[in-house]
T-cell receptor, first 117, second 115 residues
């Protein structure tokens, strides 16, 4: 069974608008961490934001916020005020087990975001 | 601070040949990981080093793949002999001693094309 599901292969957003990239996950472990990475055309995977399963508040990092809905097992990434430089591939990932653990990251297939001027 | 460096960025080889990919992690990072993305599929875990020791190699597809991390610094991933299905992008990532979220820093990947 797929652990991380990203249902949007591609998304378009107008510059300066907000966009939500969907991510749902599947785990029976009460301890887990959720991550979002950005991969621009240069290929490097850039860490954006992290949410722990026990965190009470949604994570935020600048223009990035994570809409964490535990009961629905969703961890959507919200990018506010989109910029042309936000055009990239975005990957949602999860690590199960102890929050400081070493279990491998499990990735979704990614969503390609295109920002239009 | 230099990031994770991978070499080569792109390699094109014939089926049956050998390829060696190299990863230089961030200095001082004990943890080094290899992941692979085959076209159109998810990024999949291959293995994890802690210093020079293999902590987890459960994702290695078969014995044609050999990873080493001599001295606990850089790592190599050798594919011998390469098959068509080995084509993809091989990512290396590193992190300091595991604590908190254990955020991995990834390199830009090595794209392998097997013809």
């Amino acid at each position: 069974a797929q652990k991380i599901t990203q249902t949007q292969p591609g998304m378009f957003v107008q510059e300066k608008e907000a966009v939500t990239l969907d991510c749902t996950y599947d785990t029976s472990d009460p301890s887990y961490g959720l991550f979002w990475y950005k991969q621009p055309s240069s290929g490097e995977m850039i860490f954006l934001i992290y949410q722990g399963s026990y965190d009470q508040q949604n994570a935020t990092e600048g223009r990035y916020s994570l809409n964490f809905q535990k009961a629905r097992k969703s961890a959507n990434l919200v990018i506010s005020a989109s910029q042309l430089g936000d055009s990239a591939m975005y990957f949602c990932a999860m690590r199960e087990g102890a929050l400081a653990g070493n279990t491998p990251l499990v990735f979704g297939k990614g969503t390609r975001l295109s920002v239009i001027a | 601070e230099a990031g994770v460096t991978q070499f080569p960025s792109h390699s094109v080889i014939e089926k049956g040949q050998t390829v060696t990919l190299r990863c230089d992690p961030i200095s001082g990072h004990d943890n080094l990981y290899w992941y692979r993305r085959v076209m159109g599929k998810e990024i999949k875990f291959l293995l994890h080093f802690v210093k020079e020791s293999k902590q987890d190699e459960s994702g290695m597809p078969n014995n044609r793949f050999l990873a080493e991390r001599t001295g606990g610094t850089y790592s190599t991933l050798k594919v011998q002999p390469a098959e068509l299905e080995d084509s993809g992008v091989y990512f290396c990532a590193s992190s300091p001693q595991v604590s908190g979220a254990n955020v991995l820093t990834f390199g830009a990947g090595s794209r392998l094309t097997v013809l």
